[in-house]
């Protein structure tokens, strides 16, 4: 069963910030977020394995909230090049991997 | 760095052919993944490997079928294509089992037209 990702679509200016947000039905192993720009394949951005765990690299962050099962990406100070879709991807008892819909993230100068 | 190496990059193919896409997994990865992304839309998951077993099964259509062979590498077998099966068709690999517990790293995809 997918994850059920929002907003649809976000778009920013230049240094503006965004919240991303994943939730699944289901108890999770794990919370990945990968970056997928047109045509190319998605690329990995964090992984998150327990509840409560934080993560982040320079401007980017989540948060992975077990007991809600649900995530959260935050971009702050958007760049030019955070534009893309924003995936996340689930691992539960049962299921492998499995992809949200996407979030088409545009930034603008 | 070694990265997922998916063969061949496009493909096309008529109705009714057949296609086999492969996947080599980033070396000492045993773990396989394979999904299927139409245009605009999400990666759906088709099917999974670990250690050369089937872990997990999504959406693949029962035309299709896939395998993992003893050196890890795998190739996704499709036939009786039809016009909805044209998609960009990634692979990804991990290390250590398919709930998603490590990160999974994506091949560049094959690009499959079927006409």
């Known amino acids: 069963q997918q994850p059920v990702q929002s907003p649809q679509a976000v778009i920013l200016r230049e240094g503006e910030d965004a919240v991303i947000n994943c939730s699944s039905s289901?108890?999770?192993?794990?919370v990945h977020w990968y970056r997928q720009k047109h045509g190319e394949a998605p690329v990995f951005l964090m992984i998150?394995?327990?509840?409560?765990e934080q993560k982040g690299h320079d401007k980017i962050s989540a948060s992975f909230n077990e007991k809600k099962q649900q995530s959260s990406l935050y971009l702050t100070a958007s760049q030019l090049s955070y534009s893309g879709t924003y995936f996340c991807?689930?691992?539960?008892?049962?299921?492998?991997?499995?992809f949200g819909a996407g979030t088409r993230l545009t930034v603008k100068p | 760095a070694a990265g997922v190496i998916q063969s061949p990059r496009h493909l096309i193919k008529e109705k009714r052919e057949t296609a086999t896409l492969k996947c080599y997994p980033i070396?000492?990865?045993?773990?396989v993944y394979w999904y299927q992304q139409g245009p605009g839309q999400d990666p759906q998951f088709l099917i999974s490997?670990?250690?050369?077993?089937?872990?997990d099964k999504g959406s693949i259509p029962d035309r299709f079928s896939a395998q993992q062979f003893s050196d890890y590498h795998s190739e996704l077998n499709m036939s009786s294509l039809e016009l909805g099966d044209s998609a960009l068709y990634f692979c990804?690999?991990?290390?250590?089992?398919?709930?998603?517990?490590?990160?999974?790293?994506f091949g560049q995809g094959t690009r499959l037209t079927v006409v």
């Open positions: 990804a690999s991990s290390l250590g089992g398919g709930a998603g517990n490590t990160e999974a790293f």
């Open positions: 289901k108890a999770l192993y794990s």
């Open positions: 998150l394995l327990k509840g409560g």
């Open positions: 991807g689930t691992g539960s008892p049962s299921d492998d991997m499995r």
């Open positions: 070396p000492r990865h045993d773990t």
């Open positions: 490997f670990y250690e050369k077993m089937q872990s």
